[in-house]
Nanobody
Framework: QVQLVESGGGLVQAGGSLRLSCAAS????????MGWFRQAPGKEREFVAA????????HYADSVQGRFSISGDNAKNTMYLQMNSLKPEDTAVYYC???????????????????WGQGTQVTVSS
């Protein structure tokens, strides 16, 4: 089992920045890829970014490409999402997710993630 806890959300003006963190605990000695997803009110959950276990491969949604950056620190069992040039349409609950142990490749598909955090709210005002 892997437990995930997000932090770093909040209220920011358009054009501002936030950095989300996702701390993993439990079977953290296992190797697995991780990702960020978000869900806005009245909308389905959507992919934001993903990173392979090694950190060598990352994927981004077109809507955040060039503005968001995903990274990880395996020694600290923590993943980050640096969000710059935020827009009101980035407002959502952001979730971190981890794939099953041994699944080291990054994925854009939420069905391929087994473990989920409780989410952290990001609100961008215009």
């Amino acid at each position: 089992q892997v437990q995930l806890v997000e932090s770093g959300g909040g209220l920011v003006q358009a054009g501002g920045s936030l950095r989300l963190s996702c701390a993993a605990s439990g079977r953290t000695f296992s190797s697995y890829a991780m990702g960020w997803f978000r869900q806005a009110p009245g909308k389905e959950r959507e992919f934001v970014a993903a990173i392979s276990w090694s950190g060598g491969t990352t994927h981004y949604a077109d809507s955040v490409q060039g503005r968001f950056s995903i990274s990880g620190d395996n020694a600290k069992n923590t993943m980050y999402l640096q969000m710059n040039s935020l827009k009101p349409e980035d407002t959502a609950v952001y979730y971190c997710a981890a794939r099953e142990s041994g699944r080291i490749f990054a994925s854009k598909h939420d069905a391929e993630y087994r473990y989920w955090g409780q989410g952290t709210q990001v609100t961008v005002s215009s």
